[in-house]
T-cell receptor, first 114, second 117 residues
């Protein structure tokens, strides 16, 4: 599975935008870019995913570089509830019979200051 | 959105006993579910992939006779920790993947905290 690199930690102020970077220089053409987050003592929560084009949903935006070797998760207005560990994960397109594991790295621990 | 539940949310047991953890997809069907383990201050580690109607696939280093997985239906997978010991104390998390999707979007349960005395 292709590897991702994220900063260990980031800080943000409440109600300000947050840009969480992820490098994935060895990404293949069929790899989806997934973002999950995990609050303390909870299971991971799906945030967003994309393949080539930028994606928006109610939680966040995903900006994917043109060469797909990096991406940025954008939280438009950070709240205290956004404080979590954010994981950027690559996963190949699932074909019949393939397992499709998600391999979690260490992620980025986001702290949000009031 | 798709919801995955786990039961129990926490369990304390004596060393040597067996513990069963259930993972259910509440509003969707999942032919494939995944079991993870997370130790304090560490990331999630995949233990096994559970496939409905067939044997689970275990990751290297995970004892299949100790961590029994059964995926009897499209909405239920169970993990049984047999003869639990204190080193098995951990946070166990399951996830489920939607059918007929090729993007591998997964939905995670809230986790089960196992403490073995």
């Amino acid at each position: 599975d292709a590897k991702t690199t994220q900063p260990n930690s980031m800080e943000s102020n409440e109600e300000e935008p947050v840009h969480l970077p992820c490098n994935h220089s060895t990404i293949s053409g069929t790899d989806y870019i997934h973002w999950y987050r995990q609050l303390p003592s909870q299971g991971p929560e799906y945030v967003i995913h994309g393949l080539t084009s930028n994606v928006n949903n109610r939680m966040a935006s995903l900006a994917i570089a043109e060469d797909r070797k990096s991406s940025t998760l954008i939280l438009h207005r950070a709240t205290l509830r956004d404080a979590a560990v954010y994981y950027c994960i690559l996963s190949p397109r699932i074909y019949g019979g393939s397992q499709g594991n998600l391999i979690f790295g260490k992620g980025t621990k986001l702290s949000v200051k009031p | 959105g798709a919801v995955v539940s786990q039961h129990p949310s926490w369990v304390i047991c004596k060393s040597g006993t067996s513990v069963k953890i259930e993972c259910r997809s509440l509003d969707f069907q999942a032919t494939t579910m995944f079991w993870y383990r997370q130790f304090p201050k560490q990331s999630l580690m995949l233990m096994a992939t559970s496939n409905e109607g067939s044997k689970a696939t275990y990751e290297q280093g995970v004892e299949k006779d100790k961590f029994l997985i059964n995926h009897a239906s499209l909405t239920l997978s169970t993990l049984t920790v047999t003869s639990a010991h204190p080193e098995d104390s951990s946070f166990y998390i399951c996830s489920a993947r939607l059918l007929d999707r090729d993007d591998n979007e997964q939905f995670f349960g809230p986790g089960t905290r196992l403490t073995v005395l």
